[in-house]
C-alpha cells in the first residue's frame, strides 16, 4: 500500500494513510484536507471528544476554510476498483449494499413467530408491503432489495409507525428490524412533503461560514461498523426518493464528515459521541428532527450511552416525546431498560415478535464444557472438523468471540500461526483496521474474525455459519446477540459455547434460554444451573429474570396499570420445530462436580498467549 507523504509537514516522518471513510469512498472527485492537524479527524479541538463532557466550542480554526485548501491527489488507501459514477445515488447497483443472496434468504422461516402488541388503538398489521401507502420509489427498492414480503417485525412494526405512533419493538436477530425503521422513517419524510434535504443553516464564526446540518431523522446506533452498515441500508432504501442519508461516527476524521453532511441531510445515522460533538461544534442540529430511532435500544440506553443519549435527546434542542416520534428497537430489552426507555417515549406501541430476549430457533446452540487451559486445542479441534467436514468452505464463515481486546489479538495470532487465516476486531483497533478486518472477513479472504462485544451487535455478515463463544459474556443478552451474528434472514446457523466453571453464574440464564429455542441442554449444564449461584444485582443488565419472568413482555403489564389496553394480537402460536443442537464429538458430559476447579482460571491469566496482563486494563470494549 502506498503511504501518503504530506509535503507540508515540516518532520520528515510519514503520515498514516490518510483515512477515507467507507461512506465516501466510492464517491469520485473526493478530496482530503492537506492540514496535519485534520489528517485524522484530530484538529486541536478534536481530541478528548466525544464522551459528553466538553462545553460547548466555537467551530475549530484547524477546519479548512474552504476546498482550496484540500489537496488534490486522492489517497484513498482502499483503491475504488468500481467504476466511478457521477452521483452516489444514481447506480442502485453499484451502491455498497448489503450482500446478502436473496437466494440464500429464507423469509418464511419466521411465518409462525409469535407476536405481541400492546398499547392503545394498535394499528392492524399488514401482510405484504403492497398493503402499505408507500412511494412508487420505496417500492420499487423494496423490489429491488428482492425482499418479497414482510418480516414479522415489519409487518407490525410499520403499520404503527406509518401511523405515526411511538414505539417499542424487539424481534429476533436477523429478523429485519433495519427496514422496520427505515422504511417508515423514509415514507414519512416523503408523504409529510417535508421540506427536503435542508442544506442546513449557515452560520458565521470570525468570517467563517460554516453550514449546520439539520436532519429530519436521526438513527443512533452503539458502534461505528453498525452505523456504516444502517447507512449503507438507508441509501439502499432511499435510492431515486431524492432524499439524503448522512452518517457520523467516532474514529474517521470529523472534517470529512462535516464535508459530506455539509450538502445537506435529510436522514442522519449516527454514533452518540461523535453527534454530541458535531453538534457541540454547531455542525449539526437536532431542532428539525421529526423521527428518532435508537437501534440496539436496550444498549443505548444502559450504563454506557445513556447519559449521551439523554444529553442528545433532551439538551440538544430536539423536539420533545410527542413532537417527534421516538421508534425504539433491539432483540433484547430488559426490564429495567423498558422503564428507561418511557422517558423517550410518548403514548407508545410495545411490540414483541418472539420472546423478548429470546434467541432464534434457526440457530443451533450446542454448549461443551472446556477447562480454559483446553480452549485452544478445543477450538482447533472444532475448526479442523469444520474444515473435514467441508464446512469451512469460501463461503462459511466463522465468528470467534472472546472477552478482551488484547485476548483477541493474541488468539488471532495464534490461530494464523497454526495456519488458519483470521483477523481480529476489538475497540483499541484504529478505523481503519476495524473496516479492513470485516472487510477481509465478510469476503472470506480471512474467514475466522476474532471479535470482542464490538462486533456482537447488529452486523449483518452473510455466510457466518458459526459463532464460538470462546469466552462466554457475562449477561446472557450479549450472548443472544452475539449468537445473532449468525441464522439470520431464515437461514440457519450454529452457535457453540466454551462454558467453564467460572462461567457457571450464566448457567440458569442460559438453560432458559436454550430451552425457550428448544435446543439440548446438556445435563451437566442443568447441574450447573441448579447449583449455582447467577449474576444479579449489579445493573439494570442483569436484572432480565428478576421482577418478570423471562420471556415476559410489555414491563407496564407487570405495572398494575390498567390505563393500558393489552390487546394481544398473536399469530399462530405453535413455535416451530427446533432445530435440535447437533451433539458435538467434543462435547464433555461429565457431570461438573467432576469439573477440575480452578474458579477464576481464565487462559489469558494463565498465559497461554504468551504472556501475561491483568484483564481489568483492557475492558472490552470499541463501542462508541
Ligand atoms: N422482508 C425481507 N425479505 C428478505 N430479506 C430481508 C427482509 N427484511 C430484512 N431482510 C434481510 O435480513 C437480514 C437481517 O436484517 P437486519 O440486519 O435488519 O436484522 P436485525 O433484526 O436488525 O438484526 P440484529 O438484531 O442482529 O440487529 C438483512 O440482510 C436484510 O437485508
Not at 273 to 298: F, H, P, Q, T, W
Not at 590 to 604: E, I, K, L
Request: glycine share 8%.
Amino acid at each position: 500500500m502506498t503511504m501518503p507523504w504530506n509535503e507540508s509537514t515540516r518532520s520528515p516522518r510519514p503520515t498514516r494513510p490518510t483515512y477515507l471513510p467507507p461512506h465516501l469512498r466510492d464517491q469520485p472527485n473526493i478530496t482530503l484536507p492537506r492540514s496535519p492537524r485534520s489528517g485524522h479527524g484530530r484538529g486541536r479541538r478534536g481530541r478528548g471528544r466525544g464522551r459528553g463532557g466538553r462545553a460547548p466550542n466555537p467551530p475549530p480554526r484547524s477546519y479548512p476554510r474552504s476546498r482550496k485548501n484540500f489537496s488534490e491527489h486522492d489517497p484513498n488507501p482502499y483503491p475504488n476498483t468500481k467504476p466511478q459514477i457521477s452521483s452516489i445515488s444514481e447506480k442502485f447497483d453499484l451502491l455498497k449494499v448489503i450482500d446478502n443472496d436473496p437466494s440464500d434468504v429464507n423469509i418464511n422461516a419466521y411465518d409462525e413467530t409469535p407476536v405481541e402488541t400492546s398499547g392503545f388503538d394498535v394499528p392492524s398489521p399488514v401482510t405484504s408491503f403492497s398493503e402499505i401507502d408507500f412511494s412508487s420509489a420505496l417500492i420499487e427498492n423494496i423490489k429491488t432489495c428482492k425482499f418479497v414480503k414482510p418480516t414479522p417485525i415489519q409487518r407490525y412494526a410499520i403499520p404503527v409507525a406509518m401511523a405515526g405512533r411511538d414505539l417499542m419493538a424487539c424481534a429476533q436477530t436477523g429478523s429485519g428490524k433495519t427496514a422496520a425503521f427505515c422504511f417508515p422513517i423514509i415514507s414519512g419524510i416523503l408523504r409529510r412533503d417535508h421540506k427536503k434535504s435542508p442544506a442546513g443553516i449557515v452560520t458565521e464564526d470570525g468570517g467563517l461560514s460554516l453550514k449546520m446540518a439539520c436532519p429530519l431523522a436521526l438513527i443512533l446506533s452503539p458502534t461505528r461498523e453498525l452505523s456504516c452498515q444502517i447507512h449503507e441500508e438507508a441509501k439502499k432504501f432511499s435510492y431515486k426518493t431524492g432524499l439524503k442519508v448522512g452518517v457520523a461516527y467516532g474514529g474517521a476524521p470529523i472534517v470529512q464528515q462535516f464535508h459530506s453532511l455539509e450538502k445537506g441531510v435529510d436522514i442522519l445515522v449516527a454514533t452518540p459521541g461523535r453527534l454530541v460533538d458535531m453538534i457541540e461544534r454547531a455542525r449539526v442540529s437536532l431542532r428539525n428532527v421529526k423521527y428518532l430511532a435508537l437501534d440496539e435500544a436496550d444498549r443505548m440506553l444502559d450504563m454506557g450511552f445513556e447519559p449521551q443519549v439523554r444529553k442528545l435527546v433532551q439538551q440538544m434542542e430536539m423536539p420533545p416525546a410527542g413532537v417527534r416520534q421516538t421508534m425504539l428497537f433491539s432483540a433484547t430489552f430488559p426490564v429495567e431498560i423498558q422503564k428507561l426507555a418511557s422517558d423517550f417515549l410518548s403514548n407508545y406501541i410495545f411490540l414483541a415478535a418472539g420472546k423478548v430476549g429470546s434467541s432464534t430457533d434457526l440457530i443451533a446452540q450446542k454448549v461443551d464444557c472446556v477447562r480454559d487451559m483446553d480452549k485452544k486445542s478445543h477450538l482447533l479441534n472444532l475448526l479442523r472438523a469444520q474444515g473435514a467436514n467441508g464446512s469451512q468452505g469460501k463461503n462459511a464463515l466463522t465468528l470467534v468471540f472472546v472477552e478482551t481486546k488484547r485476548g483477541a489479538d493474541a488468539l488471532q495470532h495464534w490461530l494464523s500461526v497454526k495456519g488458519f487465516p483470521s483477523t481480529a476486531i476489538h475497540g483499541d483497533k484504529v478505523q481503519m483496521e476495524r473496516e479492513r478486518a470485516l472487510r477481509s472477513f465478510r469476503s472470506g479472504l480471512t474467514p475466522i474474525l476474532v471479535a470482542t462485544d464490538v462486533a456482537a451487535r447488529g452486523l449483518d455478515i452473510p455466510h457466518v455459519a458459526h459463532v464460538i463463544n470462546f469466552d462466554l459474556p457475562r449477561d446472557i443478552d450479549d450472548y443472544v446477540h452475539r449468537i445473532g451474528r449468525t441464522g439470520r434472514a431464515g437461514k440457519s446457523g450454529l452457535a457453540t459455547a466454551f462454558f467453564s466453571d467460572k462461567n457457571a453464574p450464566l448457567a440458569k440464564a442460559l438453560v432458559e434460554l436454550m430451552q425457550e429455542a428448544k435446543q439440548l441442554v446438556p445435563s451437566w449444564l442443568k447441574q450447573y444451573a441448579e447449583t449455582s449461584y447467577t449474576y444479579g444485582g449489579g445493573g439494570a443488565r442483569s436484572n432480565r429474570f428478576s421482577g418478570i419472568k423471562f420471556g415476559s413482555h410489555d414491563y407496564r403489564r407487570g405495572a398494575n396499570n390498567e390505563n393500558y389496553d393489552y390487546s394481544n394480537q398473536f399469530a399462530d402460536a405453535t413455535v416451530s420445530e427446533s432445530y435440535a443442537a447437533p451433539s458435538s464429538p467434543f462435547s464433555c458430559h461429565n457431570s461438573h462436580s467432576n469439573y477440575p476447579t480452578s474458579s477464576r482460571a481464565d487462559s489469558f491469566h494463565d498465559g497461554f498467549y504468551g504472556h501475561m496482563f491483568d484483564r481489568r486494563s483492557v475492558v472490552a470494549s470499541g463501542w462508541d
